[in-house]
């Protein structure tokens, strides 16, 4: 069975060309049609004259040049005037003469060159043609070659209408798209930064560790444990981010969120930090994104705590309501930065930025008494 509904997409495959042919098929057929005799293009007054063999080779003229109208817009409308013309100084006054409407409108959408030129050209045309229906015996006045004058300029017009229409619209669609491959390439970004950072940050700490315990075999043993451990991590969050980036991803794979901050917190542990970890309440049942948005949140302050406050005591606070969820790291400055890579500040932006996004506040300091300290409120729902 044929399956209509791939029709469209199975016409749009044709050529421009032969998409465009039956509308000018069409309007050869509406032309021939005795009901639309009648119906007739006709401009200078000149008595008509009966059909004959050449009348058909001047509907074809007008008419089937429109084939072409997207492909050379330029080529069509100059055939298509020509037999315009024709068929008005031989007298036929047939209906194809509508055809130099369609042609002018597609000309002003379609031509890309020379549009000026070509506005110039068909009026100074269009003059010689006003005197020859005119000293053919034409019954007019000025008038109405005007009148018809002003008719092919509105056609025109549109066409230029409705091509700035059409760029505006390409302008806003490349700046919608733009602008969405800003926001990827941002969200990449700090995902990159939040799982790489935290990790990499760990393994150099430890390393360095290492450096002043090889008389202490045990110790030594344990650190390079660590690192190997904290390795491993790394590379098993980035396929799961890896797995996140791709289109057809599996719905199934999970997030960290704030369940996992006693994990994340023992990580930052075994890295060498001492970190006092606290919860108060309950999480809400319906968290949307505030869960791991608040995971990042300590995540990259404990980051910063093993990159600038090595050895600082650190404290990490997550507080439950129902529609919010509030979490606070902080360290008392009594650390050092030894050894510790050095930051961009994109994280603490980054943040920022994911917290506003959700409505909440955030803010990041050093606190009184020396240290720094790291406050996010996000608000928790299924609307997050």
Known sequence: MIDFRRVPDLWRRFDVTIRDLPFALLLIIVALTPAFRDQRTEIGGLPTRPSDALTFVVMALECLPLAVRRRWPAVCLTLVSLGFVLDQILAYHTAAGTALGFALISAGVHLERNRRVTVVLLTVAYVPFSV???????????????????VLAVAWGVGAWLRSTRAAEAERRSRVAEATRAAERTRIARELHDVVTHHVTAMVVQAEAARYLTAVPDRLDATLSAVTDTGRRAITDLRHLLDLLNPDHDTDVQMPSARDLEVLVEQTRQAGQPVEFTQQGDLPEETGSAEFVAYRVVQEALTNALKYAHGSRTMVCARYGKREITVEVGTDGSGSRIGSPGGSGRGIAGLRERVDALGGEFSAGPREGGGFVVRARIPAGSGS
């Open 132 to 150: 020859a229906l005119d000293q053919l015996g034409g019954r007019k006045g000025p008038g109405e070659y005007v009148t018809f004058y002003l």
